[in-house]
């Protein structure tokens, strides 16, 4: 089973930065693409930014020009830049691809990490 764990999140003031690392772990996969969603209060879990195998990124209009995401091996990492209050949110990090073995797809969540971006 893939696992991921995030890290990285806390509280910064309005126009401040912060950077959020996701590592995936286990055995016998192979990830197609990896990306961070995020939950505000009282919203639905919406898209920030995804990467994919070939390095085809996507992010959400919201944070076009803010945030940038990378990876390297099975670790993702979203530097996010002028954080502003709507910001703030539960991000998660996710997962897709497949299992060596039988060939079978997996998509993986994480736990969340909290985010806060005071004014």
């Known amino acids: 089973q893939v696992q991921l764990v995030e890290s990285g999140g806390g509280l910064v003031q309005a126009g401040g930065s912060l950077r959020l690392s996701c590592a995936a772990s286990g055995s016998g996969f192979k990830i197609r693409a990896m990306g961070w969603h995020r939950q505000g209060p009282g919203k639905q879990r919406e898209l920030v930014a995804t990467?994919?195998?070939?390095?085809t990124i996507n992010y959400a209009d919201s944070v076009k020009g803010r945030f940038t995401i990378s990876n390297v091996k099975n670790t993702v990492t979203l530097q996010m830049n002028s954080l502003r209050p709507e910001d703030t949110a539960v991000y998660y990090c996710?997962?897709?691809?497949?299992?060596?073995?039988?060939?079978?797809?997996?998509?993986?969540w994480g736990r969340g990490t909290q985010v806060t971006v005071s004014s």
């Open positions: 996710s997962a897709n691809g497949y299992y060596y073995d039988g060939m079978n797809d997996f998509s993986s």
């Open positions: 990467i994919t195998l070939g390095r």
